[in-house]
């Protein structure tokens, strides 16, 4: 029994000199840290948007580029045998990365006091380019629907329009 009784004595003893388990308070949390470093990104014009020479007459005709490059125009009409082409562009940054694009749905082409509208919204990406896991490029193009109206006037019509590309 003295031994019994030496046993629990050390036990109760080792218990109270023994630090409880620290508990986390439940007003701490933890949280991590990160950060996602990547080159700047580039963007490129590597051609322009271009419908061509477009003989008339003219009553509200549409004449479309499409981001291929294919040029449509009514019967209406005699397009040039000149290329069209979409406007096209090459983004540089850091692999894998994905883009997203602004542009503007439309732009207004001047010649002198005169002026055209194209119509770009439906002839641009329409998902987020993601650069080559090994280049870190990816290219993309730009096409346009031209409406050339009644008494529309001879001239060269033209204009610039701005894509931005930024990481997603």
């Keep these: 029994m003295k031994k019994l009784l030496i046993s629990a004595g050390a036990l109760a003893a080792l218990a109270l000199t023994t630090p409880a388990a620290a508990a986390t308070p439940p007003n701490q949390a933890s949280a991590t840290a990160t950060v996602n470093i990547v080159s700047p990104i580039t963007l490129a014009n590597n051609t322009p948007l271009n419908f061509g020479t477009v003989v008339g007459p003219f009553n509200g005709e549409v004449i479309h580029v499409d981001m291929a490059g294919t040029r449509t125009c009514p019967a209406t009409?005699?397009?040039?045998?000149?290329?069209a082409?979409?406007?096209?562009?090459?983004i540089t940054g850091s692999k894998g990365q994905t883009v997203v694009l602004t542009m503007?749905?439309?732009?207004t082409l001047n010649?002198?006091?005169?002026?055209l509208?194209?119509?770009l919204s439906g002839d641009e990406p329409t998902t987020n380019p993601v650069l080559d896991a090994t280049t870190g490029k990816a290219t993309f193009?730009?096409?346009g629907k031209l409406t050339i109206p009644a008494g529309t006037v001879d001239g060269l019509y033209q204009n610039t329009f701005d894509v931005t590309a930024n990481y997603q």
């Design 104 to 107: 503007p749905s439309s732009v």
């Design 111 to 115: 010649s002198g006091a005169n002026s």
């Design 77 to 83: 009409v005699t397009c040039s045998a000149a290329a």
């Design 85 to 90: 082409s979409a406007a096209s562009f090459t």
């Design 117 to 119: 509208s194209v119509d």
């Design 141 to 143: 193009a730009i096409g």
